[in-house]
C-alpha cells in the first residue's frame, strides 16, 4: 500500500459544479495534512491545511479530515476553468526518519 | 511572486560540468527542503535541513550535494550528473520541520545533455 494515494484521474466536472478530490494515507499516527495545487509547468502552490477531524472552509475550497477512515477530501465549490490543475495532498511522516509524503496528484477539468 | 526565491529559472549543462541552484527565503522559516519532480510524477524529498542540520533521503546519489550557509539560504550543488536528473528542482521552506506546510519556489528547470 502506498503512503499516500489519490485517484490521478482526470476527473472533469462543469462549470459551476462541486469537485471532489480525495486521498487516503496509511500511517495512523499522522496529524497534518495538505492540499496544493499545482499548474503545469509551475510550483505547487498551498491552498488548504487541515490537522482536526471534521470540515475547514476557506472561499470555495472546503477540506474534510476523518482520521479514522485516514481519509481526507478537498471539494471546491463553483468551480472555475481556472481550477483546472493537478491536485496533490501531502502528509507528512515524523516517525522515524522524517518524510513529506505527496500523493500521485488528481488532474481537475472544469469544462466552460 | 512567491516568497521563495531560487535560481537560476532554467538550466542546461553537460555531465561534466558542476553547477549550483540557490534558494533563499525571507519568511524567517526554520526548515528547508530540496525536492525533485519529473513531468507528470509528485515532487520527491531530498534533502531537509532544520535549524541548519542535515536529512537526507538515502536513495539520492553523491552527485547531489546540499549546503546551508545560514537559516535563510540553501544551495544544491551539481556535479557529474546524468540525463535521468533532468527534472525540475523545487525548494520549500516552512516554519519548522514538523507538521508545518511548506510553501515553495518556481522552482529551477534543469536540463543534462
Known amino acids: 500500500q502506498k503512503e499516500v494515494e489519490q485517484n490521478s484521474g482526470p476527473l472533469s466536472v462543469p462549470e459551476g459544479a462541486i469537485a471532489s478530490l480525495n486521498c487516503t494515507y496509511s500511517?495512523?499516527?499522522?496529524?497534518?495534512f495538505f492540499w496544493y495545487r499545482q499548474y503545469s509547468g509551475k510550483s505547487p502552490e498551498l491552498i488548504m491545511s487541515?490537522?482536526?477531524?471534521g470540515d475547514k472552509e476557506d472561499g470555495r475550497f472546503t477540506a474534510q479530515l476523518n482520521k479514522a477512515s485516514q481519509y481526507v477530501s478537498l471539494l471546491i465549490r463553483d468551480s472555475q476553468p481556472s481550477d483546472s490543475a493537478t491536485y496533490l495532498c501531502?502528509?507528512?511522516?515524523?516517525?522515524?526518519?522524517?518524510?513529506?509524503?505527496f500523493g500521485t496528484g488528481t488532474r481537475l477539468k472544469v469544462l466552460a | 511572486d512567491t516568497e521563495v526565491t531560487q535560481t537560476p529559472k532554467h538550466l542546461v549543462m553537460g555531465m561534466t560540468n558542476k553547477k549550483s541552484l540557490k534558494c533563499e527565503q525571507h519568511?524567517?522559516?526554520?526548515?528547508m527542503y530540496w525536492y525533485k519532480q519529473k513531468a507528470k510524477k509528485p515532487p520527491e524529498l531530498m534533502f531537509v535541513?532544520?535549524?541548519?542540520?542535515?536529512?537526507i533521503n538515502e536513495s539520492v546519489p553523491s552527485r547531489f550535494s546540499p549546503e546551508c550557509p545560514n537559516s535563510s539560504l540553501l544551495n544544491l550543488h551539481l556535479h557529474a550528473l546524468q540525463p535521468e536528473d533532468s527534472a525540475l528542482y523545487l525548494c520549500?521552506?516552512?516554519?519548522?520541520?514538523?507538521?508545518?506546510?511548506?510553501?515553495f519556489g518556481d522552482g529551477t528547470r534543469l536540463s543534462i545533455l
Open positions: 520549500a521552506s516552512s516554519q519548522e520541520m514538523q507538521e508545518k506546510p511548506q510553501h
Open positions: 500511517d495512523r499516527v499522522s496529524q497534518s
Open positions: 487541515i490537522y482536526s477531524n
Open positions: 501531502a502528509v507528512p511522516i515524523t516517525s522515524g526518519t522524517y518524510k513529506y509524503i
Open positions: 519568511m524567517g522559516h526554520r526548515a
Open positions: 535541513y532544520s535549524y541548519e542540520k542535515l536529512s
